[in-house]
C-alpha cells in the first residue's frame, strides 16, 4: 500500500513538472509584435502621382520644390499620370501587380469606396492618432467622402463642387437670372436661348455635360431620385420622378435649349462655345473657375448654385489622396509627411488661389485669409454661401459601372432621341444586376 501511493505521488510530481515545463516552454516562445512607428528615420526619395493638367505644372513644381528644400530626409518625385481615369486604371494595375505602385497617389472622390473594399488603401486612422493630426478640420462631410466604413482610408485634397457658369454682363445686359428651382428652368432656358431666322440656335441658354454624371446627378437626387436604395441593390432611375425629369431635359435638348455634351472632345468644344459666347451658360466644375476667368476676354465670368427641387444639394467632387497599402513601412511613413503637407492651411490656399479649387479647412474659411479669398474671386461667394449643401458623393462599390451604364443611356435618349421610358426601363434592370453583384 506504501508502495503504491508512493508510485502515485511520483507520477502526480512528474506529471506537474511538465506541464509546469509546457507551461514554461509556451510562455517563452509567445511573440509580441513590435510597435509600428511612423518616423522618417533615413533618406528616401518617393514619388507622387497626380492628374494636374500642364497649366497647373508650375504651381506643382514650386510646392513639390518648397517641400523638398524643407526636408532633409524625404525627396519628392512628382508625376504627372493622366486624368483621374487614367490615374485610376494605372493605380488598379500597380495594385494587382504588387510592384510600380507610387508612394502617394491622387484619386477622384468616386473611387473610395471601390479602393477601400479592394485593399488598395492604407488605414490612416493609426497615422492620424500616431501624430495628433487635426482631422476635423477638414468638416463633416469631407471626412465621410474620404472614408470607406469608419475608415480614414484618404484624406480630401483639390475639392470642388458642381456650378453653373454663365455671362455675367450678357444677364446684366438682358435681365437673365439664374433660377434657384428646376421648376423655373424653362423660363430661364428660353430667355436665355437666342434662334437665327431659320429656327435653329445661334445661342444655348445652357450646355449640359454629358461626359460625366456627376454634373447632372444632383437635378436627379434634389428631385427625388434614389439612385442607389438603401438596400445597396437596386436604383430608382427607371422610376417615374426619374423619367419625368430625364423627359424635361430631353425636351430642352429638342426646343434648342441647351445641347448634351458628350464624346471624347465635349469638355474643349463646351468650354469654347461658351468662350465664343454661343451659350450662355455652361455646367461645370468650380475648379475651372480659373481657366474660365482667364480664357474669357470679352466679358464678365459668373457662378451660380445649380437649381434644386426639394432639396438644393450639391456634391464633392475633385480628388483626394491615398497612400497604397501594399507599400513598405519606410515609404508610408515618407509619404504620410508629405500627405499632410499637401494637405496643410498654407499649402491649401496656394492650391485654391492657382487651381480654382475650394479652400477645404475650416481654419481657413473663416479666418481673414478666407475673407482675403473672396475678395480676390468674389463669384465664388455662391459656394461659400452654400457649404452646408455640400455633400459626400454617393459611396457603393459597383458606383462607376451604373455610372457609365448612366451615360451611355442617356446618351442614347438625348441625342438619339430615344423613348425615356422605355431606355430607363431597361437600363434600371441593368444597373440592379450591376449592384447585386458589387455586394
Not at 451660380?304 to 483626394?320: M, Y
Request: with cysteine; net charge negative; aromatic share 12%.
Amino acid at each position: 500500500m506504501k508502495k503504491s501511493l508512493m508510485l502515485i505521488a511520483s507520477l502526480l510530481l512528474v506529471c506537474s513538472m511538465l506541464f509546469a515545463g509546457g507551461a514554461a516552454e509556451t510562455k517563452a516562445t509567445t511573440v509580441t509584435a513590435p510597435a509600428v512607428s511612423y518616423e522618417v528615420t533615413e533618406p528616401i526619395t518617393i514619388e507622387w502621382w497626380h492628374a494636374l493638367e500642364q497649366q497647373y505644372w508650375p504651381l506643382v513644381e514650386e510646392i513639390v520644390g518648397d517641400f523638398n528644400k524643407s526636408n532633409d530626409l524625404i525627396t519628392v518625385e512628382a508625376k504627372y499620370v493622366g486624368n483621374y481615369a487614367t490615374v485610376n486604371e494605372t493605380l488598379v494595375a500597380a495594385h494587382a501587380a504588387g510592384t510600380g505602385l507610387p508612394a502617394l497617389s491622387v484619386a477622384n472622390t468616386p473611387y473610395v469606396a471601390e479602393y477601400g473594399k479592394g485593399g488598395l488603401c492604407e488605414d490612416l486612422n493609426p497615422y492620424i492618432k500616431a501624430t495628433n493630426y487635426d482631422i476635423d478640420d477638414f468638416g463633416e462631410g469631407m471626412i465621410v467622402a474620404s472614408s470607406y466604413e469608419g475608415k480614414q482610408v484618404t484624406l480630401p485634397f483639390l475639392i470642388s463642387t458642381q456650378v453653373m457658369y454663365y455671362n455675367k454682363t450678357m444677364a446684366d445686359a438682358e435681365g437673365i437670372t439664374i433660377p434657384a428651382k428646376i421648376t423655373d428652368m424653362e423660363a430661364f432656358l428660353e430667355k436665355a436661348t437666342k434662334k437665327a431666322a431659320d429656327g435653329s440656335t445661334s445661342r444655348w441658354a445652357t450646355i449640359v455635360p454629358g461626359w460625366d454624371q456627376w454634373y447632372f446627378e444632383t437635378f436627379f437626387l434634389n428631385s427625388g431620385v434614389k439612385i442607389i436604395n438603401k438596400d445597396g441593390m437596386t436604383t430608382d432611375l427607371g422610376d417615374k420622378a426619374s423619367v419625368d425629369l430625364t423627359s424635361l431635359f430631353q425636351s430642352w435638348v429638342k426646343k434648342g435649349y441647351t445641347y448634351w455634351a458628350s464624346g471624347t472632345s465635349a469638355s474643349s468644344t463646351m468650354r469654347q462655345n461658351f468662350i465664343d459666347q454661343k451659350s450662355f451658360s455652361v455646367i461645370h466644375t468650380s475648379s475651372l473657375y480659373n481657366t474660365y476667368k482667364n480664357l474669357v476676354k470679352d466679358f464678365e465670368v459668373g457662378m451660380a448654385w445649380l437649381p434644386g427641387g426639394a432639396t438644393k444639394k450639391s456634391e464633392i467632387g475633385g480628388s483626394v489622396l491615398l497612400i497604397p497599402a501594399k507599400n513598405d513601412q519606410a515609404t508610408k511613413n515618407a509619404a504620410w509627411v508629405f500627405l499632410q503637407y499637401l494637405c496643410g492651411k498654407d499649402v491649401n490656399m496656394k492650391w485654391a488661389d492657382g487651381t480654382g479649387y475650394m479652400p477645404t479647412r475650416n481654419s481657413v474659411l473663416t479666418t481673414q485669409e478666407g475673407k482675403d479669398f473672396l475678395t480676390r474671386k468674389p463669384a465664388f461667394k455662391a459656394v461659400f454661401d452654400n457649404l452646408d449643401e455640400i455633400n459626400p458623393r454617393i459611396q457603393h462599390a459597383g458606383w462607376n459601372q451604373l455610372a457609365t451604364i448612366w451615360k451611355s443611356y442617356l446618351d442614347q435618349i438625348m441625342i438619339e432621341g430615344s423613348d425615356v421610358e422605355t431606355q430607363l426601363s431597361f437600363m434600371a434592370e441593368e444597373i440592379n444586376e450591376v449592384l447585386a453583384d458589387s455586394e
